[in-house]
C-alpha cells in the first residue's frame, strides 16, 4: 500500500495548506493554514501498519494541534485587547511560543527527535523542510526580538550537543535540523529575503543527503562503515556532510557567511561566538562519521560488483552542486 | 465593569485545558478529551468575543468545522492505536 494515489492527494492539499497560511489576510487564515496542514500531513506518515508508524502520528498529533490550539487562543486574546503594533508583551511571546512548537525549536524539540526516528526518509524530508515553511514565515510577521534571540541561542546549543550521542542517522539530522533552525530563525530577523535564500539552500542540501540515504536505504551509522560503496558515493556523501556543516568551498557556507557578515558588522559579538562554537561541535561530529566511514574503514570486496551504477548521474550532479554553488550563487545576485 | 470579569473565565478555562493535557494520564483518551476542553472554551471565547463587538458569526463557524476535523483526526488516530496495541494506555510506548 505504499504507492496508491492518496499520498498524491494528500501531498498537494500539504502544500496548498502552506500558501493559504503565508498569504492569508488575517491571523484566523493563518491558523486555518496550519490546521490543513496537520490534517493532511497525518494520513502521509501513518501509512504502514507497523507500531512505530502509530506511535510517530500520534506524538505528531498531539504536540501540532496544541500549538495551533494554543495560537488560536492567542489570536483571539491579541484581537480582543487590540494589541496588532506592540511586539514586545507577553502575547507575542506565547504567539511565537506556539509557532516554534510547530516548528521544532528549541524549549519544544522533545518530540522531534522521536517522531524523525520513526519516519521514512521522505517523510523526514517533508517534515525537515516543507512543514517549516509556515510558522517560519507566520513567526516573521509577528516576533518578538529579544525573546527569539534567546530562543536561537538554545537551538543552537541544543542542536549541537544533542548530536554528539547519536548513533541513528536519522536522529543525527534531527538535531542538526535544530541547530540550523537557530540559523534561520536569525536570520528571519535579519530580512526576509535571507531567510528564503537560507532555506533554498538548506533545502538542497538536507535533500541530497536524504536521497542519498534513502538509495542507499541507510538509517544507522554502522551501515555507513560496513558498506560496500561506490568511491564516488563516499566522496558524495563526505562533501554533503561538509556541506551541511557549513566548511568553506561548499554550498553550505554561503548563507552562513551572509549571517556572520551581518552579525559582525552590526556588533553581535557574543550571539557570534554562539554561532560559531555550536557550529564547531557540528562540525566535529560529521567529520568524525565520514573520517571513520570514508578513510579508515575504507573495505571493498574483491567478489562483489560495485552498487548503483544506474543513479551515478545523480550522484555526480549533486556533488557538482555541492562543490561549485558557492560560486554559482553569486550568480542569482547580477 | 463587571462584563470584563469574563475573560478571566476563559483564560481561566483555556489554562486548565493545558493543564490537563499536559498531566501524567494513564488513557491517551483523557488528553484527546482536555484538546477538546481547549477547543470549548476558544469556542466560548470567541463567541462572547464577536456578541461584544456586535460582528457575524461567520467565523465561529469556520473555527467549529475546523476544530471538529481536528478532533476526529485525534480520534483515528486512537483508533488506529488501540488496533496496533490493543490499549491506549501511555505505557505501552516503547519505541521511541
Given at each position: 500500500?505504499?504507492?496508491?494515489?492518496?499520498?498524491?492527494?494528500?501531498?498537494?492539499?500539504?502544500?496548498?495548506?502552506?500558501?493559504?497560511?503565508?498569504?492569508?489576510?488575517?491571523?484566523?487564515?493563518?491558523?486555518?493554514?496550519?490546521?490543513?496542514?496537520?490534517?493532511?500531513?497525518?494520513?502521509?506518515?501513518?501509512?504502514?501498519?507497523?507500531?512505530?508508524?502509530?506511535?510517530?502520528?500520534?506524538?505528531?498529533?498531539?504536540?501540532?494541534?496544541?500549538?495551533?490550539?494554543?495560537?488560536?487562543?492567542?489570536?483571539?486574546?491579541?484581537?480582543?485587547?487590540?494589541?496588532?503594533?506592540?511586539?514586545?508583551?507577553?502575547?507575542?511571546?506565547?504567539?511565537?511560543?506556539?509557532?516554534?512548537?510547530?516548528?521544532?525549536?528549541?524549549?519544544?524539540?522533545?518530540?522531534?527527535?522521536?517522531?524523525?526516528?520513526?519516519?521514512?526518509?521522505?517523510?523526514?524530508?517533508?517534515?525537515?523542510?516543507?512543514?517549516?515553511?509556515?510558522?517560519?514565515?507566520?513567526?516573521?510577521?509577528?516576533?518578538?526580538?529579544?525573546?527569539?534571540i534567546f530562543?536561537i541561542i538554545?537551538?543552537l546549543?541544543?542542536?549541537?550537543?544533542?548530536?554528539?550521542?547519536?548513533?541513528?542517522?536519522?536522529?543525527?539530522?534531527?538535531?542538526?535540523?535544530?541547530?540550523?533552525?537557530g540559523?534561520?530563525?536569525f536570520?528571519?530577523m535579519?530580512?526576509?529575503?535571507?531567510?528564503?535564500?537560507?532555506?533554498?539552500?538548506?533545502?538542497?542540501?538536507?535533500?541530497?543527503?536524504?536521497?542519498?540515504?534513502?538509495?542507499?536505504?541507510?538509517?544507522?551509522?554502522?551501515?555507513?562503515?560496513?558498506?560496500?560503496?561506490?568511491?564516488?558515493?563516499?566522496?558524495?556523501?563526505?562533501?554533503?556532510?561538509?556541506?551541511?556543516?557549513?566548511?568553506?568551498?561548499?554550498?553550505?557556507?554561503?548563507?552562513?557567511?551572509?549571517i556572520i557578515?551581518f552579525l559582525l558588522?552590526n556588533k553581535f559579538y557574543f550571539l557570534t561566538f554562539i554561532f560559531m562554537m555550536t557550529?564547531?561541535?557540528?562540525?566535529?561530529?560529521?567529520?568524525?562519521?565520514?573520517?571513520?566511514?570514508?578513510?579508515?574503514?575504507?573495505?571493498?570486496?574483491?567478489?562483489?560488483?560495485?552498487?548503483?551504477?544506474?543513479?551515478?548521474?545523480?550522484?555526480?550532479?549533486?556533488?557538482?552542486?555541492?562543490?561549485?554553488?558557492?560560486?554559482?550563487?553569486?550568480?542569482?545576485?547580477? | 465593569?463587571?462584563?470584563?470579569?469574563?475573560?478571566?473565565?476563559?483564560?481561566?478555562?483555556?489554562?486548565?485545558?493545558?493543564?490537563?493535557?499536559?498531566?501524567?494520564?494513564?488513557?491517551?483518551?483523557?488528553?484527546?478529551?482536555?484538546?477538546?476542553?481547549?477547543?470549548?472554551?476558544?469556542?466560548?471565547?470567541?463567541?462572547?468575543?464577536?456578541?461584544?463587538?456586535?460582528?457575524?458569526?461567520?467565523?465561529?463557524?469556520?473555527?467549529?468545522?475546523?476544530?471538529?476535523?481536528?478532533?476526529?483526526?485525534?480520534?483515528?488516530?486512537?483508533?488506529?492505536?488501540?488496533?496496533?496495541?490493543?490499549?491506549?494506555?501511555?505505557?505501552?510506548?516503547?519505541?521511541?
Amino acid at each position: 500500500m505504499n504507492n496508491n494515489s492518496n499520498k498524491m492527494f494528500f501531498l498537494f492539499i500539504l502544500f496548498f495548506s502552506t500558501l493559504i497560511s503565508i498569504s492569508s489576510n488575517s491571523w484566523f487564515g493563518c491558523w486555518i493554514g496550519l490546521e490543513i496542514n496537520l490534517l493532511s500531513f497525518i494520513p502521509l506518515i501513518s501509512n504502514s501498519k507497523n507500531l512505530l508508524s502509530v506511535e510517530t502520528s500520534l506524538k505528531y498529533f498531539l504536540t501540532q494541534s496544541l500549538a495551533s490550539i494554543n495560537f488560536l487562543f492567542m489570536i483571539l486574546i491579541k484581537f480582543s485587547l487590540l494589541k496588532n503594533f506592540d511586539m514586545n508583551n507577553i502575547i507575542s511571546i506565547m504567539m511565537n511560543s506556539s509557532l516554534l512548537m510547530k516548528m521544532g525549536s528549541a524549549p519544544f524539540h522533545f518530540w522531534f527527535p522521536n517522531i524523525v526516528e520513526g519516519l521514512s526518509w521522505m517523510n523526514n524530508f517533508m517534515l525537515m523542510t516543507w512543514q517549516k515553511i509556515s510558522p517560519m514565515i507566520l513567526l516573521s510577521y509577528y516576533f518578538n526580538k529579544n525573546f527569539l534571540i534567546f530562543m536561537i541561542i538554545m537551538n543552537l546549543i541544543i542542536g549541537s550537543l544533542g548530536g554528539l550521542n547519536q548513533t541513528s542517522l536519522r536522529k543525527l539530522l534531527a538535531f542538526s535540523s535544530i541547530n540550523n533552525l537557530g540559523w534561520m530563525i536569525f536570520s528571519i530577523m535579519i530580512s526576509e529575503n535571507l531567510w528564503l535564500f537560507y532555506f533554498l539552500i538548506y533545502s538542497m542540501m538536507i535533500f541530497m543527503m536524504i536521497s542519498l540515504f534513502f538509495l542507499m536505504n541507510m538509517y544507522f551509522m554502522n551501515q555507513l562503515f560496513i558498506n560496500n560503496m561506490n568511491f564516488f558515493i563516499k566522496l558524495n556523501l563526505l562533501i554533503n556532510f561538509l556541506s551541511l556543516g557549513g566548511l568553506p568551498p561548499f554550498m553550505g557556507f554561503m548563507p552562513k557567511w551572509i549571517i556572520i557578515n551581518f552579525l559582525l558588522i552590526n556588533k553581535f559579538y557574543f550571539l557570534t561566538f554562539i554561532f560559531m562554537m555550536t557550529s564547531l561541535i557540528i562540525i566535529y561530529y560529521y567529520i568524525r562519521i565520514i573520517y571513520s566511514s570514508f578513510m579508515f574503514n575504507y573495505f571493498k570486496m574483491k567478489w562483489m560488483n560495485l552498487l548503483m551504477k544506474n543513479n551515478m548521474s545523480l550522484i555526480n550532479l549533486s556533488s557538482f552542486i555541492s562543490i561549485s554553488s558557492m560560486i554559482l550563487s553569486t550568480f542569482i545576485f547580477m | 465593569m463587571l462584563i470584563y470579569d469574563i475573560w478571566f473565565l476563559f483564560i481561566y478555562m483555556f489554562f486548565l485545558g493545558n493543564l490537563i493535557f499536559v498531566s501524567k494520564n494513564k488513557h491517551l483518551f483523557v488528553v484527546l478529551l482536555s484538546l477538546e476542553f481547549i477547543v470549548l472554551s476558544i469556542f466560548f471565547f470567541f463567541f462572547v468575543l464577536l456578541i461584544f463587538i456586535d460582528y457575524d458569526m461567520y467565523m465561529l463557524m469556520v473555527f467549529l468545522v475546523f476544530s471538529v476535523c481536528e478532533g476526529s483526526l485525534g480520534l483515528s488516530i486512537l483508533v488506529s492505536m488501540i488496533r496496533s496495541y490493543g490499549n491506549d494506555y501511555f505505557q505501552s510506548f516503547s519505541m521511541l
